[in-house]
C-alpha cells in the first residue's frame, strides 16, 4: 500500500520532531518511531479508526499528543493529511480535503 503525505503534514511532522528533540536529545527520535509505528497500523488496518467525512480518519499516536489524520483513495493508497497535536484547535486541517 502506498503512502502519501500533504506537503503541509510533513512540515508539521519536521516540526514536531524539532520540538521534541529540543526538549530532550532522542526524544524527536522517539517521536518519530511513535508516527512510524501509527501509520504502519493504519496501512493494514486502515478502516479501524474513528471516521470524520470524505474517507477521512484519525489514529492516536502512543506516547505522544497526536493524531494522524489520513484518507484511503479509490486506488487504496493512503494520503496523509495532518500531523495532529491534539492540544491544537480540532479541525485546524479541515480546509485541506478541499
Known sequence: MNIDFLEIATLELDDAFAYYEYQQQN?????????????????????????????TRRCLVKNFPYGVIYQEKK????????????????????????
Request: proline fraction near 4%; hydrophobic fraction near 40%; aromatic fraction near 16%.
Open 27 to 55: 526524544l524527536g527520535h522517539r517521536f518519530i518511531y511513535e508516527i512510524w509505528n501509527t501509520i504502519e497500523r493504519i496501512k493494514y488496518y486502515p478502516k479501524a479508526w474513528h471516521g470524520f467525512s470524505n474517507n
Open 75 to 98: 486506488d487504496n493508497s493512503i494520503l496523509i493529511v495532518a500531523i495532529m497535536n491534539l492540544h491544537r484547535k480540532p479541525n485546524y486541517w479541515v480546509d485541506r480535503l478541499k
